[in-house]
């Protein structure tokens, strides 16, 4: 306590310091943050700019933000308004759509009535966030030259969403199945895109304004993809940036349960006794799941304040006292899983270490630790969990960003991180048949007692070193988890999502 209030007294010495100093060092923005379970009205605050409105796909989009409590504006002159009317039944939630068309073909009206449009302050309430919504229209690109007009739609885009996004707010690309198709035209336009919105984020960052592509394969029913979309505008998503995600399965798009997004499932969360891993428990726990928390022999201690918050809150759960870094332990664990809670809905591996050293010092010992916790563990626990894991489940496999991009004195830590997100694809055809969702979270800098450790310096760097100019916390994590193993995420599998804040390394 005393310890961490040193620190907290020392890094904000530190933030007076640099703010200072005539250094090339910017500070980050408040960004927001949900507590508790998800609740019905999440996009209450959001004023939702939609460039789109003539397709069933469109409709769904603005349909489930309408739902979510938010204002949306179709800005579409050529909107569809048969399908405009039957979204403005009165709404509980309070969202609305209304039209205002606007013409893209002048850049400087079109800023105009954009700036028009923008919500004023309403009283001492938290200002609007705004949530600009560009769905591609890439079927007529047949041409080598509509890709260069596609290029200058993307920049319309960028410059208006530049000069009128309030901090906070989110940018969205929508690829919908129709625009999927990989013709040569589409392709470099989806390439463009994908250099583009990565460089948007990083200038939008330092507003912690974020920028995402979510795309939609054929035949996935257009309600996954307003749920992806939904949950990047929220405020469950502050950290996240530069995600470019696909709903590329297509589940039943199971309605939600009130009592909690995983009200009735069962939860194995394996290094759960500290930091991400405890977090994830709390989360899920939040939303009705019923927690095994795994985590060394030895470690009952450190899993005791997590487990009596649990406890507190009536939550059902038991520990899991295992080294799943070797076979038998898993083996074990899968045994007391079994006899505790029958059978598991999610699974969650989280247990990692680091061993750092270079190449040239690094010992057989350190290797083999590094790679049998981060990776081994992960083996073991898909194969010791397959015949307990129920068809519809979900798996959730920590990875890391070093695993992407590689990092000095990490080969054993990123070699592991790496063959995860391998071992994720593998995972998600060998259990798509089973209706099975599998995922990799790799997360940057995220504020836990393995980060803590670094020295201040190296951490305002790490800092520097984000579009968003700060750490994550475990729950930005744990958010994303919940997501994933919910409904609202099941579109979505074989994919490494990065939790990072934007970092400036790897693709
Ligand atoms: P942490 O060190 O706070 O917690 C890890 C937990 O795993 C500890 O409670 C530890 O006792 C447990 N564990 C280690 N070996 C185990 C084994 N053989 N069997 C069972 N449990 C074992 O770590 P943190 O920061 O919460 O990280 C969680 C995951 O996220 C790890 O896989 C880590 O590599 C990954 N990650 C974390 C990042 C960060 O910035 N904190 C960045 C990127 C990835």
Redesign the pocket.
């Known amino acids: 306590m005393i310890k961490n209030l040193v620190k907290d007294v020392a890094s904000s010495a530190a933030r007076g310091l640099i703010k200072t100093l005539p250094l090339p060092i910017s500070l980050p923005v408040f960004l927001e943050r949900a507590k508790g379970p998800r609740g019905p009205h999440e996009l209450k605050n959001r004023t939702v700019f939609m460039t789109r409105l003539q397709r069933p796909f469109d409709r769904e989009i603005a349909a489930e933000y309408v739902g979510q409590g938010a204002q949306v504006i179709v800005l579409d002159p050529k909107a569809n308004h048969e399908l405009l009317d039957g979204l403005n039944k009165p709404e509980a939630s309070g969202g609305r759509i209304h039209r205002a068309p606007s013409d893209r073909d002048s850049l400087d009206s079109y800023l105009r009535s954009l700036k028009e449009l923008l919500p004023k302050k309403d009283g001492d309430g938290p200002r609007s966030k705004i949530v600009f919504i560009h769905t591609l229209d890439l079927d007529q690109a047949k041409t080598q030259d509509s890709v260069l007009e596609i290029l200058e739609d993307y920049y319309k885009t960028g410059h208006a969403a530049a000069n009128i996004l309030v901090p906070g707010s989110r940018l969205l690309f929508l690829v919908p199945p129709s625009s999927h198709n990989q013709d040569a035209p589409q392709r470099m336009a989806l390439a463009a895109l994908g250099g583009f919105f990565r460089t948007l984020s990083k200038e939008f960052g330092k507003k912690g304004i974020t920028v995402h592509v979510v795309e939609s394969w054929p035949s996935v029913h257009p309600g996954h993809c307003a749920r992806i979309a939904t949950y990047l505008s929220g405020p469950r998503s502050s950290f996240l940036t530069a995600l470019w995600v696909k709903a590329n399965r297509n589940p039943d798009l199971t309605p939600l349960n009130n009592a909690g997004l995983l009200h009735g499932k069962t939860a194995i969360i394996?290094?759960?006794?500290?930091?991400?891993?405890?977090?994830i428990a709390e989360a899920f726990a939040a939303e009705g799941a019923a927690i095994g928390i795994?985590?060394?022999p030895n470690?009952e201690k450190?899993?005791a304040k997590t487990l009596q918050s649990l406890r507190k809150k009536g939550v059902r759960t038991a520990f899991l006292p295992?080294?799943?870094?070797?076979k038998k332990?898993a083996q074990d664990m899968a045994q007391a899983i079994r006899d505790e809670f029958g059978s598991v809905d999610i699974i969650v591996?989280?247990?990692?270490?680091?061993r750092d050293r270079t190449i040239k010092r690094m010992s057989p010992e350190n290797w083999n630790l590094a790679v049998?916790?981060?990776l081994g563990?992960q083996l073991h626990v898909t194969e010791a969990l397959d015949s307990l894991i129920r068809d519809g489940g979900s798996v959730i496999n920590?990875?890391?960003?070093?695993g992407i991009a590689g990092n000095f004195g990490q080969t054993n830590?990123s070699a592991a991180?790496a063959a995860v997100i391998g071992l994720t694809e593998v995972l998600a055809e060998r259990w798509s048949s089973r209706d099975i969702n599998v995922n990799a979270?790799?997360?940057?800098?995220?504020?836990?007692?393995?980060?803590s450790a670094m020295p201040l310096i190296n951490r305002e760097m790490a800092k520097q070193l984000t579009a968003l100019l700060q750490?994550?916390l475990?729950k930005d994590?744990a958010d994303l988890a919940t997501f994933l193993a919910s409904p609202l995420g099941a579109s979505i599998t074989g994919q490494a999502l990065r939790v990072d804040g934007g970092m400036a390394i790897g693709k």
């Open positions: 394996t290094g759960a006794a500290r930091g991400i891993g405890a977090s795994n985590d060394l470690s450190a899993a295992f080294n799943v870094a070797t332990g591996n989280n247990a990692g270490i680091t049998n916790v981060n563990a920590l990875s890391s960003v070093m830590y991180k979270l790799a997360p940057g800098f995220i504020e836990t007692r393995m980060t750490p994550g475990p994590v």
